[in-house]
């Protein structure tokens, strides 16, 4: 079947829907629907704008939520959304024959290994099958964004646009948060201990959580400032200076300590890289004048250090269940308790007995699938730094996307450095866009480098 014939039956199947759907629910529930089915027709004859949604994850998560909150498509809207662009993925090899069927980079062997040992972990030891399922799920779905990036993306150009289109992302939340943190919006009580008494609010944006909203940013932020490093024209240089100055203090105004240490080690790898002494050098001047000015964050970490907080971390905190989390690996050494029984957001939502936040993510796939799933891994995040670390290096000749491809790397040296106090990868928005930074730096470096290298 051609492809005008197929774009025009779904058109006939599309209006159909929508017309049931408009007499059959609320307004402001059939009209995203429909919006939602013009979309999909669109991609049906534009399907490498697909990139745009994964780009836009973040802002699509709270509207699904916001609109459908109790309905059913509101828990599996991104299972869907991965679906489509997998099944797009197939309709673009059959329809459109102008590219490689599959595109492979140096870090779709670690990724699909360690897929593999989390999928064999599921089988051989879930003592549940629906929360070993869900366990794997959590871990294992959401960089298989990497792989849609990677395929989708078909020119250097379509790069530089999906990284424009994650800092304005970005950007819009960073003000969000900004304007949050000056209305004085009011958190839950558990975000900030009893005795931080001289924090008035924390910002959050549409992440929902201080902490996730902080991660996010950590991989945003280095994208912005390999543009401001990247653009020759000064209207764009000004442009994203401003993104990378709202998104900055969005994030202290989220109050997350790991965020500020995480932007603060992506920052400094991006100068370090970059070779320019000026960078680094105002890179450590600007994170000493922020911890000695900016309020919210010379007392967060003051707090820190403080007596209250080694109690209350020894009473009920990091200090108290990392030790726990330790012992329960030495009685399950080789293959854990399994997937989603310890330490992250599905075994509390199951009500396992003795679960609680491990607040570090290595140290809850370690529980969960043992050392030899910890050094699996690990090895998967070696992996994908050394290979993005090899394309920022074979694009040297291209400065403009080696910035690009050196920010995407920064950004992911940070998140990971959060997971040590953390369980950051327990949020799909921010391991969503991980894989999307891994994805374009592969892409630039490995399977586009001929086209990059002449293009500038």
């Keep these: 079947m051609k492809l005008n014939k197929v774009v025009y039956l779904t058109v006939i199947a599309a209006s159909f829907a929508m017309g049931t759907l408009f007499a059959l629910l609320p307004l402001k529930i059939a009209l995203p629907l429909a919006l939602m089915a013009l979309g999909l027709v669109f991609l049906l004859l534009k399907p490498h704008k697909i990139n745009y949604a994964v780009a836009f994850y973040s802002l699509l998560y709270f509207a699904v939520k916001e609109l459908f909150g109790g309905y059913f498509l509101s828990g599996i809207w991104d299972e869907l959304l991965l679906a489509f662009c997998f099944f797009l993925w197939v309709f673009k090899w059959v329809f459109y024959r102008n590219e490689k069927a599959y595109k492979w980079t140096p870090i779709d062997f670690s990724l699909l290994l360690f897929i ?84 008035r ?104 250090l403080s007596a209250d907080y080694i109690n209350s971390s020894l009473r009920d905190g990091r200090l108290s269940r990392w030790p726990k ?39 809850k796939i370690a529980v969960e699938m043992g050392i030899p799933g910890l050094l699996f891994f690990l090895l998967l995040f070696y992996n994908t730094l050394a290979w993005s670390l090899r394309s920022v290096k074979r694009l040297r000749e291209s400065p403009y996307y080696g910035n690009i491809a050196l920010g995407a790397l920064s950004g992911m040296v940070g998140v990971l450095f959060t997971n040590i106090v953390l369980n950051n990868f327990d949020a799909p928005m921010i391991v969503t866009y991980f894989w999307t930074a891994a994805a374009i730096a592969a892409y630039l470096g490995f399977v586009e480098r001929d086209k990059v290298l002449c293009s500038h």
């Design 116 to 199: 593999f040992v989390s999928t064999f972990m599921f089988f051989y030891n879930s003592p549940d099958f629906a929360i070993g399922l869900e366990g794997l799920r959590a871990v294992v779905e959401y960089m298989l964004f990497f792989f849609v990036v990677v395929q989708f993306l078909n020119s250097p150009t379509a790069a530089k646009r999906l990284v424009y289109a994650l800092v304005f992302v970005g950007t819009f939340m960073g003000l969000h948060g900004i304007y949050q943190y000056v209305a004085w919006v009011d958190i839950p009580s558990r975000w900030l201990d009893r005795v931080e008494t001289s924090i």
């Design 201 to 304: 609010t924390r910002a959050f944006s549409v992440a929902g959580n201080p902490n996730v909203l902080g991660c996010v940013l950590v991989i945003m932020i280095p994208l912005a400032v390999a543009l401001v490093f990247s653009e020759k024209k000064t209207g764009k240089k000004l442009l994203f200076s401003f993104s990378t100055a709202a998104m900055t203090l969005c994030l202290l105004f989220t109050g997350s300590r790991s965020a500020f240490l995480g932007l603060a080690l992506a920052v400094l790898v991006y100068a370090l890289l970059n070779r320019d002494k000026r960078l680094l050098a105002g890179v450590v001047v600007v994170s000493v004048l922020t911890f000695i000015f900016v309020p919210i964050v010379r007392d967060r970490f003051a707090y820190l």
């Design 325 to 363: 989390a330790v012992e329960m690996v030495k009685q399950n050494p080789w293959f854990g308790v399994g997937l989603g029984r310890f330490g992250g957001a599905v075994a509390a939502a199951n009500n396992i007995p003795g679960t609680f936040y491990i607040d570090n993510y290595y140290l």
